[in-house]
């Protein structure tokens, strides 16, 4: 059992992690793929429609087919994509305080690593988007913590939670294989300078390939993913210093608490192999789609990289935890001048918790609504259709008629219908993130 004052805080950290994410989870309606996750799953689709619309996309199925049955639970309500991300985002931060308990030693060690999770911009902002980058922060979260505990403990029950968060870590998204491959890596490394046994080192290779076989059906998938041309700039080496700057939510005080025990935990930290685990699921999980981008396509964006947040959260609650040790005796003060900067960052800096920080689709649809329009042009009249059938208007099609329309221009399109022929417009309304309607008659 928890202490009183340790319980205290243990709720603490929990409701106000919980109540950040859930103030502005209904703040706006849903983004472009966000949409296309609930169009994607909606139950009136087969589970075999469900399964191919993920695959025919950017990911395997696994939150697809998650959201599939949540949505016939709901009744196809409008968020539920974000609450099932912040049902993941939730049981993360109970998982923190878990493996922050069982790796740091100690249940201070679990509840500041929970801290770190609850309070942070970039597990926040992603635990309230509906879509599968909760789920995959989680399992990323699970397979790095029991793979360290597998090689200190040597328990086969370390070994199945491993194995089978590895295989809902590859059916959630394709970079789970590149968080696999970077824990082989770390494991070979540990066999060659003698730090775990050959028995051990093999039973793990033996569960890497039951991983592979397991995920095997989703392999050719992967595959034609590899010649599709990427919506992604390419990247650079800065953007790894950029990601933790991303991560902070631009907050100069988490970057520091959060960038810095790169700098020093090696110095600090006492245990080699966790050591190595961290560092190389850190590097490796930014090297690798690095240079797959540089030899192919771009791959390398900042939201797929929740596969080694976790690892940077356990770094900063070992490093800062070991400063304690050594002199720093303020160190509380500093846990709680952070935890504040980063919940004032959210609450009063950040725009993207604000009304009208995500795209309009949904204030168009009432907008339109109000106007009692008949004839809606869009060229991504597939997102605009999802909220005009739910304010009981007919669909958007993508080529003008011959009558009075409105017409929808957004940032996401890739023809005008405005220059398809000569019109004449009536009425204009502008909207955020450069959303606009005009009322329009063909001459």
């Given at each position: 059992?928890?202490?009183?004052?340790n319980?205290?805080?243990f709720?603490?950290?929990?409701?106000?992690?919980l109540?950040?994410?859930?103030?502005?989870?209904?703040?706006?309606?849903?983004?472009?793929?966000?949409?296309?996750?609930?169009?994607?799953?909606?139950?009136?689709?087969?589970?075999k429609?469900?399964?191919?619309?993920?695959?025919?996309?950017?990911?395997p199925?696994?939150?697809?087919?998650?959201?599939?049955?949540?949505?016939?639970?709901?009744?196809n309500?409008?968020?539920?994509?974000?609450?099932?991300?912040?049902?993941?985002?939730?049981?993360?931060?109970?998982?923190?305080?878990?493996y922050?308990?069982?790796?740091?030693?100690?249940?201070?060690?679990?509840?500041?690593?929970?801290?770190i999770?609850?309070?942070?911009?970039?597990?926040?902002?992603?635990?309230i988007?509906?879509r599968f980058?909760?789920?995959?922060?989680?399992?990323?979260?699970?397979?790095?913590a029991e793979?360290?505990l597998?090689?200190?403990?040597?328990?086969?029950?370390?070994a199945?939670?491993?194995?089978?968060?590895?295989?809902?870590?590859?059916?959630?998204?394709?970079?789970?294989g590149?968080?696999?491959?970077?824990?082989?890596?770390?494991?070979?490394?540990?066999?060659?300078?003698k730090?775990?046994?050959k028995?051990?080192?093999?039973?793990?290779?033996?569960?890497?390939?039951?991983?592979?076989?397991?995920?095997?059906?989703?392999?050719?998938?992967?595959?034609?993913?590899?010649?599709?041309?990427?919506?992604?700039?390419?990247?650079?080496?800065?953007?790894?210093?950029?990601y933790?700057y991303?991560y902070?939510?631009?907050?100069?005080?988490?970057?520091?608490?959060?960038?810095?025990?790169?700098?020093?935990?090696?110095?600090?930290?006492?245990d080699k192999?966790?050591?190595?685990?961290?560092?190389?699921?850190?590097?490796?999980?930014?090297l690798l789609?690095y240079?797959?981008?540089?030899i192919?396509?771009?791959?390398?964006?900042?939201?797929?990289t929740?596969?080694?947040?976790?690892?940077?959260?356990?770094?900063?609650?070992?490093?800062?935890?070991?400063?304690?040790?050594?002199g720093?005796?303020?160190?509380?003060?500093?846990?709680?001048?952070?935890?504040?900067?980063?919940?004032?960052?959210i609450?009063?800096?950040?725009?993207?918790?604000?009304?009208d920080?995500?795209?309009?689709w949904?204030?168009?649809?009432?907008?339109?609504?109000?106007?009692?329009?008949?004839?809606?042009?869009?060229d991504?009249?597939?997102?605009?259709?999802?909220?005009?059938?739910?304010?009981?208007?007919?669909?958007a099609?993508?080529?003008?008629s011959d009558?009075?329309c409105?017409?929808?221009?957004?940032?996401?399109?890739?023809?005008?219908?405005?220059?398809?022929?000569n019109?004449?417009?009536?009425?204009?309304?502008?909207?955020?993130?450069?959303?606009?309607?005009?009322?329009?008659?063909?001459?």
């Amino acid at each position: 059992m928890l202490k009183h004052s340790n319980t205290i805080l243990f709720v603490v950290i929990l409701i106000g992690g919980l109540i950040i994410r859930a103030f502005s989870l209904e703040t706006n309606g849903l983004w472009l793929d966000e949409i296309w996750s609930m169009i994607a799953s909606s139950p009136d689709h087969s589970l075999k429609d469900v399964i191919f619309n993920a695959l025919k996309d950017t990911h395997p199925p696994l939150f697809d087919v998650i959201l599939f049955w949540s949505l016939k639970l709901s009744g196809n309500a409008e968020f539920t994509a974000r609450y099932l991300a912040l049902l993941f985002g939730l049981i993360a931060m109970l998982a923190c305080y878990h493996y922050g308990k069982k790796i740091g030693g100690s249940k201070t060690n679990g509840l500041l690593l929970m801290a770190i999770c609850s309070f942070n911009f970039f597990h926040i902002y992603y635990s309230i988007e509906g879509r599968f980058y909760s789920l995959l922060f989680l399992l990323s979260l699970i397979c790095t913590a029991e793979f360290y505990l597998y090689f200190k403990e040597e328990k086969r029950k370390h070994a199945i939670i491993y194995f089978i968060s590895s295989i809902l870590l590859c059916y959630t998204h394709y970079y789970g294989g590149i968080l696999l491959a970077s824990l082989s890596i770390v494991a070979l490394v540990y066999f060659i300078i003698k730090s775990t046994s050959k028995k051990l080192f093999l039973q793990f290779v033996g569960v890497q390939f039951l991983v592979l076989l397991a995920f095997a059906p989703c392999i050719p998938y992967l595959i034609g993913k590899t010649s599709l041309e990427s919506w992604m700039s390419d990247p650079t080496i800065g953007d790894f210093f950029n990601y933790y700057y991303l991560y902070s939510g631009k907050n100069p005080l988490e970057f520091a608490w959060l960038f810095l025990p790169l700098l020093f935990y090696f110095k600090v930290g006492k245990d080699k192999n966790l050591k190595l685990l961290l560092y190389l699921s850190i590097i490796l999980g930014f090297l690798l789609p690095y240079l797959v981008s540089k030899i192919g396509s771009p791959m390398l964006h900042k939201r797929y990289t929740l596969i080694y947040l976790p690892a940077i959260y356990i770094m900063s609650m070992q490093a800062w935890r070991q400063l304690s040790f050594v002199g720093l005796s303020k160190s509380k003060w500093i846990y709680g001048i952070v935890a504040v900067s980063c919940i004032l960052n959210i609450a009063f800096l950040r725009d993207e918790f604000r009304d009208d920080s995500k795209d309009q689709w949904k204030e168009v649809a009432q907008f339109l609504a109000e106007e009692k329009a008949e004839h809606i042009v869009a060229d991504q009249a597939h997102y605009l259709n999802f909220y005009l059938n739910r304010e009981g208007l007919s669909k958007a099609t993508m080529g003008l008629s011959d009558k009075e329309c409105w017409v929808l221009k957004t940032n996401f399109d890739e023809m005008d219908p405005l220059k398809a022929q000569n019109v004449e417009i009536l009425e204009e309304k502008e909207f955020p993130k450069d959303f606009r309607l005009y009322k329009v008659s063909v001459k």
